[in-house]
């Protein structure tokens, strides 16, 4: 027998799961953000085609913005980070596995807490909202985050059911959003050389300049998204493992708790309009098939 279905519903569990919740979709927002200024990026080498004598000025301008960009890259997969250890906390408690540092990528619980506690006072409405809503309210929160989990279930049949609903929500989306990367590279790479083709040199540098950060943006998505999937691969294999195994040993639910948290740690994250516009059918799927 367990008792995840009440136990996720406690106040501090709760908490956590605001802030995991939160915490993503900062990380994600910010990276939004730096693929704004890379845009900018790529229109002032556009500019700087017509406006004859400025290039260096629109040269440095354009350092600048990537400067200010990959600063900003960096705060999103700290931020990204962090989220995945609230996550781990999360789990590592309802699950009954042990807890230190070393499980939690050398975040504490307490820094993991206070950085909760601060969100929850920061933004209290948003706070009230999310740990009173589910998934499939509008707006939706983190109230009954594991659905389906009978309490009649032993231990680890419940905590495998978890962690195969850690896997399902993404596994329906990333094939659709690793498309629009590649028709993302391949429209900037026809955008780029349709306006840089037989021009001069310092016009060609600047554009390759101005073009390297939506660029390496997109393509770190697409990586990103490759590493996902195969590490989705490999914990495929392990819950196929344990489905066709007549018992399910404890070890083997722990590796892949291990997996499941470096998936969450890849810095990859399917965008929250994608979420937004099919959790309603998503949740309507686990629901029916499982």
Request: net charge positive.
């Amino acid at each position: 027998m367990n008792n995840i279905k009440n136990d996720q519903n406690k106040e501090q569990n709760l908490l956590l799961l605001y802030s995991q919740k939160s915490l993503y979709n900062k990380s994600k927002k910010i990276k939004y953000y730096t693929i704004l200024l890379a845009l900018v990026c790529f229109l002032l080498g556009i500019l700087s085609k017509s406006i004859i004598g400025c290039e260096v000025y629109f040269t440095i301008a354009i350092f600048f913005i990537t400067a200010i960009s990959k600063y900003l890259q960096n705060n999103s997969y700290k931020i990204n980070n962090l989220a995945a250890a609230t996550q781990e906390l999360i789990d590592r408690r309802l699950f009954g596995f042990e807890i230190e540092n070393r499980h939690l990528d050398n975040h504490t619980i307490s820094e993991i807490l206070a950085v909760a506690k601060d969100l929850k006072e920061k933004y209290p409405e948003k706070y009230l909202t999310n740990i009173n809503n589910t998934g499939t309210d509008s707006p939706n929160g983190v109230k009954d985050w594991y659905t389906n989990i009978s309490s009649n279930l032993q231990v680890n049949d419940a905590i495998l059911k978890c962690q195969k609903q850690n896997i399902y929500w993404d596994k329906l989306l990333i094939g659709f959003y690793r498309k629009i990367l590649i028709f993302l590279i391949l429209f900037v790479v026809i955008i780029f050389l349709t306006l840089y083709w037989n021009q001069s040199v310092c016009n060609l540098i600047i554009g390759v300049i101005s073009s390297f950060s939506i660029c390496e943006i997109i393509i770190k998505e697409f990586l990103m998204a490759t590493k996902f999937k195969s590490i989705n691969t490999e914990i495929n294999y392990i819950i196929d493992t344990l489905d066709r195994s007549n018992t399910i040993n404890i070890n083997d639910l722990k590796e892949l708790q291990a997996k499941v948290f470096a998936r969450r740690k890849s810095g990859f994250n399917v965008p929250s309009v994608i979420h937004k516009i099919n959790r309603i059918t998503i949740h309507h799927k686990y629901n029916r098939d499982n």
